[in-house]
T-cell receptor, first 112, second 115 residues
């Protein structure tokens, strides 16, 4: 079965420090991977997706099929990055086509 | 463009009752998905509707059901409520049936508390 694992429940860094939120997945095919973010009192929103290969708010994520990972990185964390981050996988075809499978999330806290 | 709206935002029910939650997608969006969010299990997929047809269903008991109307608005129903059904229920809409690259936009959620 497809699964997304985010090993850290909480990650605390200082402003200006690099940050890496880990995400590992289990799926034998070619999945779509996403990072969603939920700021305090706001709704869940898409941060970035692997097929776009884009950088949003300074964050990047590279899909590593060999290690089945999709870690989220930012070289210099800002206080406004403090939020809950969810990694999600979408199976592009098959019985579970379309729905997102979420990890349990990592709470990022950026201290001043 | 207005975002995804969900009503009601908060709901308190007792065990054994049933509840109906409503979701209005972004105008023009035809796909609606529902997710359950709990502290223990995180975000779990319930079902997806497109053009009034259920296209996908997660691993939830038959007490959880849903439907979609011709205007793409969707409702989900939970019958015979249990304490474990207490959760935040999120609705997400997208332009079409979920496929490569289609972004899901989430609503604020309905917080259901079962006493």
């Amino acid at each position: 079965a497809q699964r997304v694992t985010q090993p850290e429940k909480l990650l605390s860094v200082f402003k200006g420090a690099p940050v890496e939120l880990k995400c590992n997945y289990s799926y034998s095919g070619s999945p779509e991977l996403f990072w969603y973010v939920q700021y305090s009192r706001q709704r869940l929103q898409l941060l970035l997706r692997h097929i776009s290969r884009e950088s949003i708010k300074g964050f990047t994520a590279d899909l590593n099929k060999g290690e089945t990972s999709f870690h989220l990185k930012k070289p210099f964390a800002q206080e406004e990055d403090s939020a809950m981050y969810y990694c999600a996988l979408r199976v592009p075809y098959g019985g579970s086509q379309g729905n997102l499978i979420f990890g349990k999330g990592t709470k990022l806290s950026v201290k001043p | 463009k207005a975002g995804v709206t969900q009503t009601p935002r908060y709901l308190i029910k007792t065990r054994g009752q049933q509840v109906t939650l409503s979701c209005s997608p972004i105008s023009g969006h035809r796909s609606v998905s529902w997710y359950q969010q709990t502290p223990g299990q995180g975000l779990q997929f319930l079902f997806e509707y497109f053009s009034e047809t259920q296209r996908n269903k997660g691993n939830f008991p038959g007490r959880f059901s849903g439907r979609q109307f011709s205007n793409s608005r969707s409702e989900m129903n939970v019958s015979t409520l249990e304490l474990g059904d207490s959760a935040l229920y999120l609705c997400a809409s997208s332009l079409g049936t979920s496929g490569r690259g289609l972004e899901q936009y989430f609503g604020p959620g309905t917080r259901l508390t079962v006493l």
